[in-house]
């Protein structure tokens, strides 16, 4: 369907699957993914924690990179300036909020970063360890969609890298925001694609180095 963006040629040139996959899994703490919590169990973030366990499944037995993180803070002095009450009182140092979802988190292998602002990659180490393992094609997964995931697709396209956001992955708090983020990335900065698609670009990337 065209419309003034594609008019004026945005979305028109794929980015494409690399040579070497890494995953980023930003923020599925249970403080997003528990109920109990005041930012907890939105259904599409459900959703997305489903979708993304099959694909780390996968990743972690293809040898594939993986890098997750958590939003924490000593005290508010460390804090920026959120305008969530809800972060301001939960995402502590010391509170059960920031945990990782073990639906999501395997231990001894997954690279866990606490991160400050939006961005996984904002002052974490996160890009050193990819340029480590030779990523070039970076997966991003987790929530939400309009704030951290959008934050994070657009260091990852800064930081040069082929930039996939699987829309089944990522999850918000409500639709609308979750797919016009989408559009926006999309016409711009990444591929939104399915998981589906990604296990078959896995498939591919694996099939292709194994000779």
């Not at 366990?53 to 037995?61: G, N």
């Not at 260091?155 to 829309?167: C, G, K, L, M, N």
Request: net charge negative; proline share 6%; hydrophobic share 35%.
């Amino acid at each position: 369907m065209s419309d003034d963006y594609s008019n004026r040629s945005y979305g028109e040139i794929p980015v494409g699957f690399g040579d070497k996959p890494g995953i980023v899994v930003v923020d599925f703490q249970v403080g997003f993914t528990d109920p109990q919590y005041p930012l907890g169990g939105a259904p599409l973030v459900m959703r997305a924690v489903e979708n993304t366990a099959r694909l780390l499944e996968v990743a972690r037995r293809y040898d594939v990179p993986v890098a997750s993180c958590y939003t924490s803070y000593m005290n508010e002095r460390e804090m920026p300036y959120w305008k969530i009450t809800a972060v301001r009182e939960t995402f502590r140092d010391d509170h059960p909020s920031i945990a990782l979802d073990p639906r999501i988190h395997q231990p001894g292998y997954d690279v866990v970063v606490c991160k400050k602002g939006p961005s996984i990659f904002f002052q974490t180490g996160v890009a050193d360890f990819f340029a480590k393992e030779r990523v070039d094609t970076v997966i991003v997964t987790g929530c939400n969609t309009s704030g951290c995931i959008r934050a994070s697709a657009i260091d990852a396209f800064s930081h040069r890298y082929r930039t996939i956001v699987p829309e089944d992955c990522v999850g918000d708090i409500e639709e609308g925001p979750h797919h016009d983020n989408l559009r926006d990335i999309g016409r711009r900065y990444v591929d939104v694609t399915n998981l589906e698609t990604v296990l078959g670009q896995l498939e591919t990337w694996r099939q292709r180095n194994a000779h």
